[in-house]
C-alpha cells in the first residue's frame, strides 16, 4: 500500500515543482497572480467587470459575472462572444447616444479588469493566452492608468500589450497611446506576424520601468518604447499606476465585420501573473 501511495504523490509533487518554477524567473520576484486554478466566475477579489456598451462603437454587450460569457474551468479562465438576444439595462428611449439607445443587444461578451481592485506601477505583467479568431473578433491584453475616471483618456495613457482582429488573422499589435499638449492623443506601436496564435498557447508581456517600456512576444521583445520620447507633456503618464483589462470585443471599424458563422468564439487565458525586479 504505501509503494501504491508513492506512485500515486510523485506526479502530484512533480506537477507542483513544474508550476513553481514556471512561476520563477530569473531577476524578477512575483507579487500577483492568477493560476485560475479554479471553478466558477473569476476571483472577485481581484477583478472587476465592465457592463454594457463601452467603447469603440463596438456590437458586444459586456455582461456581468455570467457562465455564458465568462467561467473558469480546467485550469483556465474563458471569455466567450456569442451571438444572441440580451436586453440593455442602460437602454435610454430617446438617447441617440450608441450605447443607449437600442434595447436589444445582438452580441454579447465579457471584460475584467483590476480597477479598484490592484495596480501597478513598474515590473513585468505576464499572461499566457490561447486567441479566438474569426471576422470582427478583437481579444486584448491591455492596461490603463488607475486615474482614468478622473482624468479621462488619453490622459491616463494605455498601453495595448496585444490586440488581436479579425481582419488581420496572423497579426499581432502593441501600441502604447499618451496625450499630447493638444488634448489629442499620439502613439507608438509595433505589430508582428505569427499564424498560430488561435491554435497555440503564446505569452505577452510587458517590462517596465521610469525609463523604458517593453513588450514581449513570448521570448522575443516586440515593442521597445522610451517614456521620455512621449515628451515632458506624456512621460508622467507612464510614471503612475496602471490596471490592467482582458476583454474580447467584438465589431466596430477596425476588427471588421462580425462573421456569425464562427461564433461562440472563445479567448483562453492560462495565467496572469505580476513581477517586481528581485532586488
Known sequence: MKEKLHLLFFPILMLTLLNTQAQTKKGWKLTWQDEFNYTGLPDSTKWNYE?????NNEQQYYTRARKENIWVNNGMLCITGRKEVFSN???????????HKDSIAQYTSASINTFGKTAWKYGRIEVRAKLPHGGGIWPAIWMMGEDRKQVGWPKCGEID????????????YSTIHFPDSLK???SSGSKINDSTV???FHTYALEWDENKIDIWFDHKRIHHF???SAGSFAAPTFRKPFCLLLNLAMGANWPGPIDDA???QHYFIDYV???????
Open 161 to 172: 500589450i496585444m490586440e488581436f482582429i479579425g481582419n488581420h488573422p496572423t497579426d499581432i
Open 51 to 55: 457592463v454594457g456598451h463601452i467603447r
Open 226 to 228: 522610451i517614456i521620455d
Open 273 to 279: 501573473r505580476v513581477y517586481e525586479p528581485a532586488n
Open 262 to 264: 464562427v461564433l461562440p
Open 184 to 186: 489629442t492623443s499620439r
Open 89 to 99: 439595462e442602460f437602454y435610454q428611449a430617446a438617447s441617440s447616444d450608441w450605447r
Open 198 to 200: 488561435s491554435n497555440s
